[in-house]
């Protein structure tokens, strides 16, 4: 046999007798720890923790070796010094700090809690339908079962925001569509109580803005002649008759005063009578004014026109507030009160909006479009608003009587049967809490039992605190089974 030959089946022998050993160290019967040494908690967690760090290292990855005197020597493979002693690695990322040894807890057991977090607890061992035991509750750790800890930085990763639960007018909105009227109550008509002509027309177009007292024409009349005429001798026998008996001024002053009160009683102006008692003389034409500041909505008059006693020769109405005749269905009358908000947008006035208050419900309902008439009251200062303006109204209908305690509508976990809201304790302290919800509006709900005024609930990040609580409370459930 060459020496080649040899070499070869020495090498055979040896592996053939390595693999002997190694497959019995394999099926050698695992060593037993002695009964009389049993692990202690805190030794078997030290354990635990070093065989974790162990496998983190293992998986990080090593970018070279440094010498462990810790000079500027440095290796790509592993290597060792002069003395013996083994480069030190270093890795690509920091070294994690090994988590500490779990605690053992002590103490008397209050009750079992569910381990997936239900509101199930059992004062004696049990397990859920799935196999998991339930989780022990310790004396002085009775939140344990029912406040969800979360670390501040994990509070701040999730975004969670806290509001306290106040106590709100809730309102549901009310849309219908209405248009801009006159206000009925500041609506006037000049009409003569005599006859005559007009002479001269002063405010002859129809929209013309008119002031109180200001001239809307001057007007010839017999009537008004006279009466002027009157007054005048009338006064002029009074001061002629200062010598006369008492009965005789009396009797001269009564006729003066009745002629005057004709005047009055025509409208003619206070300006025209005290120039007759500062001894004027009757003027053929009077001018007869507006009684209203406004708009001129209709003008039948015409100049030369001759015109009779009651005939309406102006309608002049003022426009600084106006009324919105808003059509209601009849299902939201129930919802619709006086007093109550109304805001009103235009097409024709973009990006306006009018708030006004709700003063008049109407008592019919219009049988071919089953709406009512509600009117709300707008005021019109600028005088944007005109007549048969057609706008969008949206009433604010209270659904409580009152105000009521109630949270964002975010904040509520609910799962068809029940409803629940976190509950915040403290800092990163959070406690499901069973409430019983009412009436949903404008973006609340209304928290008719298990709730108080003034505890901040979760309205952000909930569903993550609680996707994250029953996650840790199946881990724990599997640890413990």
Do not use: C
């Amino acid at each position: 046999m060459t020496r080649a030959g040899t070499l070869v089946a020495g090498a055979a022998v040896i592996a053939a007798l390595g693999g002997g050993f190694w497959l019995g160290r394999q099926s050698a019967p695992p060593q037993m720890a002695p009964a009389s040494a049993p692990a202690t908690g805190a030794h078997a967690g030290h354990e635990a923790a070093a065989h974790a760090a162990a496998q983190v290292a293992a998986e990080r990855a090593i970018l070279y070796y440094q010498a462990p005197d810790g000079s500027a020597d440095y290796s790509p493979v592993p290597k060792k010094d002069a003395q013996g002693r083994e480069y030190t690695p270093v890795y690509a990322d920091p070294e994690p700090e090994p988590a500490p040894p779990p605690k053992p807890k002590s103490g008397k057991i209050l009750y079992y809690r569910n381990p997936m977090g239900l509101p199930d607890t059992s004062p004696v061992p049990k397990k859920d339908p799935m196999g998991m035991d339930y989780v022990p509750v310790y004396e002085g750790d009775e939140d344990g079962g029912s406040t969800l800890k979360v670390g501040i930085d994990k509070v701040q990763k999730l975004g969670v925001r806290t509001e306290p639960a106040v106590l709100r007018q809730l309102t549901r909105p009310i849309r219908a569509v209405g248009t801009v009227q006159v206000d009925e109550r500041q609506l006037h008509v000049v009409s003569p109580k005599f006859e005559g002509y007009i002479e001269r027309l002063n405010v002859n177009q129809t929209g013309q803005k008119v002031a109180r007292g200001q001239s809307l024409m001057e007007i010839y009349s017999p009537d008004l002649v006279l009466a002027q005429q009157e007054y005048v001798v009338a006064l002029q026998g009074a001061r002629s008759l200062e010598n006369a008996s008492p009965e005789a001024r009396d009797s001269a002053r009564s006729l003066a005063e009745g002629a005057l009160s004709r005047l009055r009683n025509w409208d003619i102006g206070a300006g025209q009578i005290e120039r007759l008692r500062s001894g004027g003389q009757p003027s053929r034409t009077l001018p007869l004014a507006s009684p209203v500041s406004g708009v001129v909505l209709e003008k039948k008059a015409i100049q030369g026109m001759r015109f009779m006693p009651g005939e309406p020769l102006f309608q002049i109405a003022d426009l600084t507030n106006v009324w919105v005749i808003a059509d209601v269905f009849e299902q939201d009358l129930a919802q619709v009160d006086v007093g109550q908000k109304a805001e009103v947008s235009f097409n024709a006035l973009p990006g306006m909006t009018f708030t006004g208050k709700v003063t008049f419900v109407y008592p019919t309902v219009t049988p071919e479009t089953r709406t009512a008439k509600v009117r709300i009251e707008l005021p019109n200062h600028e005088g944007h608003l005109r007549p048969s303006l057609y706008g969008t109204v949206q009433l604010a209908a209270p659904v409580a009587k009152g105000p009521v305690v109630a949270v964002p509508d975010s904040a509520v976990l609910d799962t068809g049967a029940r409803q629940a809201v976190l509950v915040e304790r403290g800092e990163g302290l959070y406690e499901p809490r069973e409430i019983k919800a009412g009436t949903r509006a404008d973006g609340y709900v209304e928290v008719m039992d298990g709730l108080k005024e003034g505890e901040k609930v979760v309205v952000r990040a909930n569903f993550l605190i609680d996707a994250e609580s029953n996650l840790k409370a199946a881990l724990q459930g599997f640890h413990n089974h």
